[in-house]
């Protein structure tokens, strides 16, 4: 199971990735067209939507890799000095810690995206559901959730990592 959520987080970095390869050739598509408005080109209609939305999705799709791959930033300062059983405390705490914030996270965005979809929210040049976007990084955020359920039952020694895993090569301290 442990190493299903591995893959899942993976793919969905992967399709962040490629959501952000889109959203960045449809920003120069935009720019060339704005710089050659004189021979009857134009800008993207709803750039900056589809740009806001689109990097958003892919933030969401992103995290729960980059957590599982230990690619968020630390402060070594203290961190590498003390002892080991400290340093899994604090990594421990700050799992636990992380896990819940993102809980409350994935509900908020939960309760935004039926308040969007109820009042028929959106945005204003594409006329695109704003909900929709609440709904792609609601996906991306529960996936979050469940990669910082299994790295911290991991963390705690209640599960393993998958084969082939190797955590120190990953460490980001």
Known sequence: MIAFIYRLSNWTAIVGG?????????????????ALIGIGLGP?????????????????????????????????????????????????????????????LTWKLWEGMLEKKEYMETTFILQMPV????????????VGCIAYVAKTLTRMGLASEPA??????????
Not at 18 to 34: D, K, P
Request: charged share 10%.
């Open 164 to 173: 082939g895993w190797t955590v120190e090569a990953n460490a980001g301290h």
């Open 44 to 104: 993207v209609p709803g750039d900056y939507e589809l740009a806001e939305a689109g990097i958003g999705i892919a933030i969401f799709y992103f995290l729960p890799w980059c957590y599982l791959r230990g690619g968020h930033a630390t402060v070594d300062l203290l961190y590498m000095h003390m002892p080991k059983w400290f340093r899994t405390a604090v990594d421990l705490f700050s799992d636990i810690a992380m896990l819940l914030i993102w809980i409350v």
């Open 131 to 142: 909900w929709w976007a609440y709904a792609l990084c609601f996906g991306g955020a529960v």
């Open 18 to 34: 490629i959501l952000l390869v889109a959203v960045t050739l449809m920003a120069v598509t935009s720019v060339i067209g704005r």
